[in-house]
């Protein structure tokens, strides 16, 4: 099988990898408009060649779009339009719904399948990539009744072999759920890196006093820009929902702190601490897999 690989960045890189590791291909061909990511993925035997889209995606069974999802929405219809009838293309982006819906007016709709491995690091470019990144992950399939068996099927194998487990969602489901528990997630890092960098001016303060709960809160706020701007605006009608509820709880910590009812905060935390429950029973489910 050969395989093109259209953005060769943490999450094209690492499947590079993990493909030339499990021999899932003779070829991989890599795509990207950056000389320097391309050099490098050369360099580090990510890819076996660079090649244009044009190029690409005639010579792959399996073409694998791993770019900003803003990019993802320009590019797919090229890509389609240059497909052989036996081909697969997928998408690894972390919104759906828009991708989706581009995707839906193209001729070869049923070629594609829309799909977001759960996995990846605030780290980005092909020097990023890791062995083994996707291993015991999930991987999400959206709206897969509109793809071809046989492309699904070949997705399937793909994310199997590679470790991952597979659920399947509608897009809008999808894309409601990552505001919550990944896009959120990102913006209140940005949001903590941008305060303390305004209030503490003091960067030799800031190392010092920095403990490993700051590190872990703000370590995503290191993400690429290029990657998570594009995603806050795909998703900006489920982002906001999760925005203002989260607003509404800060609020309520804010009022509850200026008038040190500190009873209602320790009742506050204890019912937070919930999430704890239900992420280490996800974790106990998934050992037992």
Known sequence: ???????????????????????????????DNSIKNAEDALAIRLVDEIANIETAVPL??????????????????????SINNNSTVIDVGSTKEGICRTAD??????NFVATHPIAGTENYGPLAAIQGL??????????????????ILQ???LYKSLGMKIINMKSKEHDLHAAYVSQLSHISSFTLGLTV???????ETIFELAGSGFASTVRLAKSSP??????????????????NAYIKNLQLFKKLIEKKQTKEIYNLMKEANDIGRILEGNKLIKEKQ
């Open 155 to 157: 997705t399937e194998r």
């Open 60 to 81: 792959a069974d399996l073409i694998i779009i791993a770019v900003p999802v803003d990019q993802t929405k320009l590019i797919l219809p090229k890509v389609l339009d």
């Open 105 to 110: 007016q193209h001729h070869n709709r049923g």
């Open 197 to 203: 960098l305004e209030i503490e001016k003091n960067e």
């Open 226 to 243: 290029d990657m998570w701007a594009p995603i806050f605006d795909q998703n900006s009608k489920h982002l906001l929902e999760a925005l």
């Open 134 to 151: 996707f291993n015991d992950k999930l991987s999400i399939i959206c709206d897969r009744e509109k793809s071809f068996d046989f492309a």
């Open 1 to 31: 099988m050969i395989v093109s690989i259209i953005g060769l960045g943490l999450i094209g890189g690492s499947l590079a990898i993990s493909i030339r590791e499990k021999e899932l291909a003779k070829r991989i061909i890599g795509v």
